[in-house]
């Protein structure tokens, strides 16, 4: 069977299952109102409204229950049945027929009867008797709250997800994906870290960056913009605010004030929380006379927006109200498109080979010709940017794939999306092209006929949102990042108090070399104070003891292994410095 086939097949036992699912719920609880219960990619799941809570501790019964149900042999059996009919039969259900209400006319109404059991409305389809659901592997995953139909301003009902799999192996093998998973989780190791941190007296989505967190996010940052600098990007501060005038000028007052927060009245002036840079950008541009010699501008900025995300979206740093993006705008003549979209896409991968990122692949991000509306410019000017995006594509070798309804209002983007450690396709950078702010800002450059004309605008983002990037790390190296990037990069332990002196010594050498170093003289035993900087993931342990302060040598223990080697301070040094230096992935 080919894996479409094979989908279409586990997909129909799923939504069965889900069937069995509520009827074992509503013979256990009795009380209990039904919502929906839709297959996923790794099981089902199904929302109930009840007013006993379900916890993991009920699982086992729950579990225990839907294997009862599926060994009596139940029929699924098909009815049609008219709008009155479905109204009648769920008039004291009323999630089922808030549905039902909602139908068109004509539309064929069917219930599926789950033996005596249960009886749901649903299209189907169904395996035709609960015998066929025997060797089917399922697992209680968890009880989340959600909102009925995702809307904040219906009630909260209770969420149950199953993992369903053909078979045991199937099911063990996505059992090993999660637990994976949560040693891998950002928010569990941010915080182990000390990478970053929450409390709601400041606010949801606002993170805290604790000490080690910000050592990552600056080195990030010098990392970026040294590279930038290398290839002629112009750094800029522009303010975290701006009026709500800029953003009617730039159109992203329509397409996303609803994600902005509230707009601040002072003095007569409307304010907003920016939550991106291009108007700043623009003025930035418009600020000066440019002849096309000075083209193409390159403007970077590190720069910290704002967006209000709904609260069931937020997730760790991965996605926040107030973020840090590493952003540029390049202003060019539509010559000099195809060469600065080059030069971006080799920065891109010139950083995702420093990471090690090899598994990603470009989206094309086009305009849905079928809601055009959504868009600002012309037929023309879509289609020749469009156009150009994709021979661009195509003469690098890039693998990509195009994607109709992902462009941004303004205009058609590649997007770069990685593969992460647990599966997941994250979007990490983007470069995007844009006839359009030009036009509404009015720029200008003069042309070498002494004659005005409009620049092209390149978005591009590389690290994306460093919180988001940072996250994207955390989860790919469990924690263990690259010495030049780890906030601790060695750690000095002395064996006791006659080799305090030489280990602090040693401390204050490499400090002056820039190198992140502490000494843990602790009054608590050697193996704790190592199996503490194991925790840490501390790239290097230096253990000091009466022989290396007599030999004048250090031992050192590498991150990962459980062997001390020996050496001499210097050598220790240099490897070291090269290391960082190189920004050698491990």
Not at 171 to 178: G, P, T
Not at 192 to 197: A, V, Y
Not at 283 to 308: G, Q, T
Request: glycine share 6%; proline share 4%.
């Amino acid at each position: 069977m080919d894996n479409e086939g094979y989908k279409k097949e586990i997909n129909v036992k799923r939504h069965t299952m889900a069937h069995v699912l509520a009827a074992a719920i509503k013979e256990i609880y009795g009380d209990v109102k039904f919502g929906i219960g839709p297959a996923i990619d790794t099981g089902f799941y199904y929302d109930f409204d009840m007013p006993q809570n379900i916890t993991p501790e009920n699982f086992d019964e729950i579990e225990q229950k839907m294997k009862e149900i599926v060994n009596q042999n139940l029929d699924m059996v098909k009815e049609v049945v008219s709008k009155e009919q479905a109204l009648e039969i769920f008039k004291d259900e009323p999630y089922k027929l808030e549905l039902i209400n909602e139908l068109p006319e004509n539309e064929e109404i069917s219930i599926y009867h789950l033996g005596d059991k249960f009886d749901d409305l649903c299209r189907g389809p169904h395996v035709e008797n609960t015998k066929f659901l025997r060797n089917v592997s399922f697992k209680l995953d968890r009880v989340n709250g959600a909102y009925w139909r995702g809307n904040e301003k219906n009630k909260m009902m209770q969420r149950v997800y199953v993992y369903c799999f053909e078979n045991k192996d199937e099911l063990k093998e996505q059992l090993r994906r999660v637990q994976e998973a949560m040693e891998r989780d950002h928010r569990k190791l941010g915080k182990e870290l000390g990478i970053f941190m929450y409390n709601d007296l400041v606010g949801k989505g606002l993170p805290i960056w604790l000490p080690n967190g910000f050592i990552v996010r600056r080195e990030l940052n010098d990392y970026i913009m040294n590279k930038e600098i290398a290839l002629g990007y112009k750094h800029v501060m522009t303010p975290s605010l701006g009026t709500v005038d800029l953003y009617k000028t730039s159109g992203h007052w329509d397409h996303y004030h609803d994600d902005m927060f509230p707009v601040m009245e002072r003095d007569e002036e409307a304010y907003v929380l920016r939550p991106m840079n291009c108007p700043h950008h623009m003025m930035i541009y418009k600020n000066s006379l440019h002849s096309y010699k000075d083209l193409p501008l390159r403007i970077a900025e590190i720069a910290n927006d704002f967006r209000f995300e709904a609260s069931g979206s937020l997730c760790g740093i991965e996605r926040t109200r107030a973020f840090t993006q590493n952003d540029s705008h390049i202003f060019c003549r539509p010559e000099q498109i195809k060469s600065e979209v080059e030069n971006v896409i080799k920065l891109i991968l010139d950083v995702y080979k420093d990471f090690g990122f090899k598994d990603y692949r470009f989206r094309l991000s086009l305009r849905d010709p079928e809601n055009v509306e959504k868009y600002f410019g012309n037929d023309d000017l879509w289609e020749k940017s469009e156009r150009e995006l994709r021979e661009i594509l195509v003469e690098t070798g890039a693998e990509f794939y195009e994607a109709k309804g992902e462009a941004a209002f303004y205009g058609p983007k590649i997007d770069v999306n990685v593969m992460s450690a647990i599966g997941h396709e994250v979007t990490l950078s983007t470069v995007q092209l844009d006839y359009q702010l030009p036009e509404k800002f009015e720029l200008e450059y003069i042309d070498e006929n002494n004659q005005k004309e409009r620049p092209v605008v390149i978005h591009r983002a590389i690290l994306g949102s460093l919180d988001r990037f940072t996250a994207f790390l955390i989860e790919e190296t469990k924690g263990v990042f690259p010495t030049w990037l780890s906030p601790l990069q060695a750690k000095v332990i002395p064996i006791n108090e006659n080799c305090i002196a030489y280990a602090q010594g040693i401390d204050e050498k490499l400090k002056k070399q820039g190198i992140r170093v502490e000494v843990d003289a602790r009054n608590e035993s050697l193996s704790y104070r190592i199996r503490e900087a194991t925790k840490q993931k501390v790239p290097y342990i230096l253990i000091l003891g009466e022989k290396e302060v007599a030999e004048k040598v250090v031992s050192v223990r590498k991150r990962g292994g459980n062997e001390t080697k020996s050496c001499s301070y210097e050598e220790f040094e240099n490897m070291l410095l090269e290391e960082i230096k190189n920004k050698n992935i491990q």
